[in-house]
């Protein structure tokens, strides 16, 4: 895949009704504004960015639903190269019951973790003395394959990576 590098953030969009969008407006991008305004203005600093508790949280729902919606079947990204890429890191497979902690505010499903990190552009990030992996194992409880997955993308200084890891019911 080739790098794509655009001076504004480049967003993926699905479909919704009138009432789904404001619902989304309301719960995840009101809330999530702020600080990703914060993270743009802050991505050529060598500088620490603190971020508060409901902070992380607000950024957090936002990747997760990025990370989510640029997987749905009707999803259309703002540049034409992503929309063609075969090679575009995304979950294999989008439940709908992932989707409804969108439109009411709650919490999203306990299965997912979002993973955050920052990522130098002048490109001079150092190479990690250890290589981390996240190992997503194949596990079938009861017959039923528990589906780990896991997608990884970015923007402006910052990699996110999205990981659904479900619990078994104990």
């Known amino acids: 895949m080739t790098p794509i590098t655009s001076d504004a953030l480049l967003g993926v969009h699905v479909p ?6 404001a619902a989304l407006d309301t719960t995840i991008e009101k809330p999530a504004k702020p600080v990703v305004r914060r ?13 508060s508790t409901d902070e992380c949280a607000a950024l957090a729902r936002w990747l997760l639903k990025v990370g989510l919606l640029s ?7 703002d540049h034409p190269g992503l929309q063609r890429d075969q090679d575009l890191p995304q979950l294999p497979a989008v ?5 409804d902690w969108m439109l009411t505010g ?30 997503l194992p194949r ?3 009861d017959g039923e394959d528990r589906n780990f997955m896991s997608r990884s993308f970015g923007f402006a200084g910052v990699n996110a990576t999205i990981v659904w890891h479900p619990r078994v019911a104990d």
């Open 95 to 99: 439940r709908p019951e992932w989707l």
């Open 71 to 77: 997987a749905h079947p009707a999803a259309d990204h």
């Open 39 to 51: 993270l743009l203005a802050h991505r050529d600093s060598p500088d620490e960015l603190i971020l």
């Open 106 to 135: 709650s919490a999203p499903p306990a299965g997912f973790s979002v993973f955050v990190t920052r990522r130098d552009l002048r490109g001079e990030d150092a190479a990690p003395p250890q290589k981390q992996h996240i190992v």
């Open 16 to 21: 919704a009704c009138e009432t789904c969008n």
């Open 139 to 141: 596990l079938v409880v």
